[in-house]
C-alpha cells in the first residue's frame, strides 16, 4: 500500500469520528462576537487576509478551535487570550452564528488555478500528496460532523500561511494536525501558493 492510499484511509477514518457539538444560540452569539469583529467582521467575512473568513463555517470546527486555543495546543498570540474567558457556551453562541452568515467568495489567481485544481483534487501521487478534497469535499464545504472546516472562499494568504504552519509543526496539538503536517510536508512551495489560490475561488 503506497503512502497516499494509506494517508487517504487514515482521513477518511478521521472524518467520520467527529464528536456532537451542543447548539448554541446564534442571537446570543451575535452579541458575544462584538470583539471578534476588529479581526474577522462583523458577519464574518475579514478584510485582511492574514485572518481568517469564520462566516458559513462549521460549529464543530469552530468550537474545537476556540477549545484549542483555551486548552493551549493550538497557540497565537491575539486568539489564545481572547479564547481564556470563553465558557463552553460563550463558544456554542459563537459558532452558531457565525455558522449562520453568509461567506463572501474571493477569487482563484487564473495563473494559478489549474494548478491548484490538480492539487486540490487528485494530489501528487509521485510525492505522496493527498488530495484536499478527501475531508474537504469536492466545492470545500467541510465535513462539520468530523470538524473539517469549510476552506472555500478562504483567504490565499491565510491557507498559505496555516500550510506552511502545518509543514514547519508550529500548528500542532490535534488530531487533524498530525494528518495535515504528514500532507504540507510533502507539498512544495510552488503546490502551497496553487491550492491556496484555487481554495479562495471555491465556491
Not at 39 to 68: F, M, R
Not at 102 to 109: L, M, N, S, T
Request: charged share 15%; net charge positive.
Amino acid at each position: 500500500m503506497n503512502r497516499l492510499i494509506a494517508a487517504g484511509l487514515m482521513l477518511v477514518g478521521l472524518c467520520v469520528a467527529g464528536s456532537a457539538v451542543a447548539a448554541g444560540n446564534p442571537e446570543a452569539g451575535q452579541q458575544k462576537a462584538a470583539p471578534c469583529a476588529a479581526c474577522h467582521g462583523l458577519d464574518g467575512n475579514s478584510t485582511n487576509g492574514q485572518w481568517p473568513k469564520l462566516a458559513g463555517q462549521s460549529p464543530e470546527y469552530i468550537v474545537g478551535q476556540l477549545k484549542a486555543f483555551k486548552e493551549g495546543k493550538r497557540q497565537n498570540a491575539l486568539m489564545s487570550p481572547m479564547a481564556m474567558g470563553l465558557s463552553d457556551e460563550d463558544m456554542a453562541d459563537l459558532a452558531a452564528y457565525f455558522a449562520q452568515q453568509r461567506p463572501q467568495v474571493g477569487g482563484a489567481d487564473p495563473a494559478l488555478a489549474d494548478a491548484g485544481a490538480k492539487v486540490y483534487r487528485g494530489g501528487n501521487k509521485e510525492s505522496g500528496v493527498s488530495a484536499c478534497m478527501a475531508c474537504h469535499g469536492p466545492r470545500g464545504s467541510g465535513n462539520g460532523p468530523a470538524g473539517y472546516p469549510r476552506i472555500a472562499g478562504q483567504h490565499a494568504a491565510y491557507t498559505k500561511l496555516q500550510l506552511e504552519a502545518y509543514r514547519t509543526g508550529t500548528r500542532a496539538g490535534t488530531p487533524a494536525s498530525q494528518i495535515m503536517k504528514s500532507i504540507a510536508t510533502r507539498m512544495s512551495n510552488q503546490e502551497i501558493e496553487a491550492v491556496s489560490s484555487y481554495i479562495e475561488g471555491l465556491h
